[in-house]
């Protein structure tokens, strides 16, 4: 399948800092990446979809000024926790659809491997 | 009611035994169907994706949908040790959905 890379794979900052998590597509151009949060024990929970070229849509009850998303090529999209706090401690994880994969199975999604955050 | 339910479990079975996994979903416009395998502190792994009623199988993996009866589940043969993980349905309308997931374990 596809590969999805993340970056940092975890991070640990102050509160009140901002922190950028980077998801690349590695081997094909996403033209839509999706950001997610997982908390323990947990299902995910989808906060934001990426659009290269346009805005972020988020979903109810997600702050956009906190999370802060830039999709600027078709291979890279940013998600920047901006002022964070403890209760932003979570698994952020992104995801990318490769539009070469044919019908049927359009909608598959790539995982990366995720960035665990922790605000002290 | 959820989106996308699941039985959170733990399900344990034997070493070898089928493993039996459900899910339900709300939405009748859902067009695409999926199971993901995560293991602790990882992130999701796509195993399945099945887009139209019946069954559909892929080594030791049988996943079935039934639109009707708004189901799929996903069946696991000769289940091993290194299957225990936590199993996630997803469904997508728009946008892909997933359920809380089930955790599997499988004794040895």
């Known amino acids: 399948g596809a590969v999805v890379s993340q970056h940092p794979s975890w991070v640990i900052c102050k509160s009140g800092t901002s922190v950028k998590i980077e998801c690349r597509s590695l081997d094909f151009q996403a033209t839509t990446m999706f950001w997610y949060r997982q908390f323990p024990k947990q299902s995910l929970m989808l906060m934001a979809t990426?659009?290269?070229?346009?805005?972020?849509?988020?979903e109810q009850g997600v702050e956009k000024d906190k999370f802060l998303i830039n999709h600027a090529s078709l291979t890279l999209s940013t998600l920047t926790v901006t002022s964070a706090h403890p209760e932003d401690s979570s698994f952020y994880i992104c995801?990318?659809?490769?539009?070469?994969?044919?019908?049927?199975?359009?909608?598959?999604?790539?995982f990366g491997p995720g960035t665990r955050l922790t605000v002290l | 009611q959820k989106e996308v339910e699941q039985n959170s479990g733990p399900l344990s079975v034997p070493e070898g035994a089928i493993a039996s996994l459900n899910c339900t979903y709300s939405d009748r416009g859902s067009q695409s169907f999926f199971w993901y395998r995560q293991y602790s502190g990882k992130s999701p792994e796509l195993i399945m994706s099945?887009?139209?009623?019946g069954d559909k199988e892929d080594g030791r993996f049988t996943a079935q949908l039934n639109k009707a009866s708004q189901y799929v589940s996903l069946l696991i043969r000769d289940s091993q040790p290194s299957d225990s993980a936590t199993y996630l349905c997803a469904v997508t309308v728009n946008d892909m959905r997933f359920g809380a997931g089930t955790r599997l374990t499988v004794k040895p």
């Open positions: 099945i887009y139209s009623n």
């Open positions: 995801s990318a659809r490769d539009p070469a994969v044919l019908a049927g199975s359009t909608d598959t999604q790539y």
């Open positions: 990426s659009n290269e070229g346009s805005k972020a849509t988020y």
